[in-house]
């Protein structure tokens, strides 16, 4: 498991994972700050874009101010010969973002998560129901966050 | 929200999330994609932050090719200690997200850590607070799909985090 990054990279990492600068040229300006040339600093994002560590450069928005103000975690009991074909019909919904499949212990049977966004708790339950009868799966339970205690970007290589 | 969003504005969050470029002058190359100077699009950039509508702008990395490992975790905490114990989660610098749910599990967080003996050990540590009552481990064992990009303009799709 252990991924092959230098130390410079790491550098790379630890800059690019905070605010990006509003003016012209705004990687000169880290590059300045680590000690490399913005050629470098470029050359080296890109390798770092093709190779995945970097999954993409851009803005994350607030849902709730881009016209999301709603989703719902929704848990599936699936048995395991079913679960390839249910989690690729979940997967074709434009409403869901994230299809994962986790382990199940006595008190948590769900194995399949859907992470379903809408307007409102009655968009995500209509998705939930839609899935429900394409797929036959019928026990299901949806998860809604009631309070948000911590919602942070993870900052790498900052344990030490 | 007292901003309006403008077309302009609306096709540059849809280009800022998924191709935003890794050039020298990145808002030079998002101005020519929509017809407006460089110096426009970080004003407006400015803007929307401003308005609350951007949370960041940077990169986004992913945590297991960078060598990191990370899990999902569902918790039942007594109800009475529950804002403690949360805080005593949320303390910790690899817990990025962290909800109460309507549900017996109440608190769920996400935990990423620089390797599997990391996070052993950091949810062993949480096992044992007073309070929490049952501890479920919960990592992806296979990913159907991961992370959609919202598109501002037809408001569909999600957020990848």
New interface residues.
């Given amino acids: 498991m252990a991924a092959e990054i230098s130390e410079l990279d790491k550098k790379i990492v630890k800059e690019i994972q905070e605010e990006l600068p509003l003016e012209r040229r705004p990687y000169q300006k880290i590059a300045d700050k680590l000690g490399i040339t913005e050629e470098e600093l470029l050359t080296r994002l890109n390798k770092l874009n093709d190779e995945g560590k970097l999954r993409r450069m851009g803005v994350i928005l607030y849902h709730r101010n881009s016209g999301y103000d709603f989703n719902g975690m929704v848990a599936w009991i699936v048995p395991p010969e079913k679960r390839e074909e249910a989690g690729q019909v979940m997967a074709t919904y434009d409403e869901i973002s994230h299809v994962y499949q986790r382990p199940t212990y006595p008190d948590w049977p769900y194995s399949l998560f859907s992470m379903v966004h809408g307007k409102s708790k009655e968009d995500v339950k209509a998705v939930a129901e839609d899935i429900s009868q394409k797929t036959g799966i019928n026990d299901y339970t949806i998860l809604y966050s009631t309070e948000e205690l911590k919602k942070v970007s993870m900052k790498y290589f900052c344990e030490d | ?1 007292a901003k309006e969003l403008d077309e302009v504005d609306q096709e540059l ?1 849809t280009t ?5 470029p ?7 190359a998002i101005g020519d994609r929509l017809g407006i100077d ?1 110096d426009e699009v ?1 004003e407006r ?2 803007d ?1 932050k401003d ?13 297991k ?5 990370s899990t ?1 975790v ?1 918790t039942k905490v007594d109800e009475d200690k529950f804002y403690e114990i ?2 005593k ?2 303390a910790y ?11 017996d ?1 109440n ?3 996400t935990l ?1 850590a ?3 003996e990391k996070l052993e050990e950091q949810l062993a540590e949480i096992a044992d607070f007073e309070g929490i009552n ?1 501890l ?13 990009k ?1 598109d ?1 303009r037809e ?7």
Avoid: C
Wanted: proline fraction near 4%; charged fraction near 20%; charge should be positive.
């Fill in positions: 929200m969050l800022t999330q998924r191709n935003f890794l050039v020298a002058e990145p808002y030079k460089a970080i950039l400015k929307l308005a609350g509508y951007i949370r960041r702008l940077g990169g986004i990395f992913s945590s090719k960078l060598g990191y490992v999902l569902a949360a805080d989660i949320s610098h690899g817990v990025t997200h962290n909800y109460r749910r309507n549900h599990f608190l769920w967080f990423i620089p390797s599997e049952v479920r481990n919960l990592p992806a064992e296979r990913f159907f799909k991961i992370g959609v919202l501002m408001k569909k799709g999600g957020e990848d985090s």
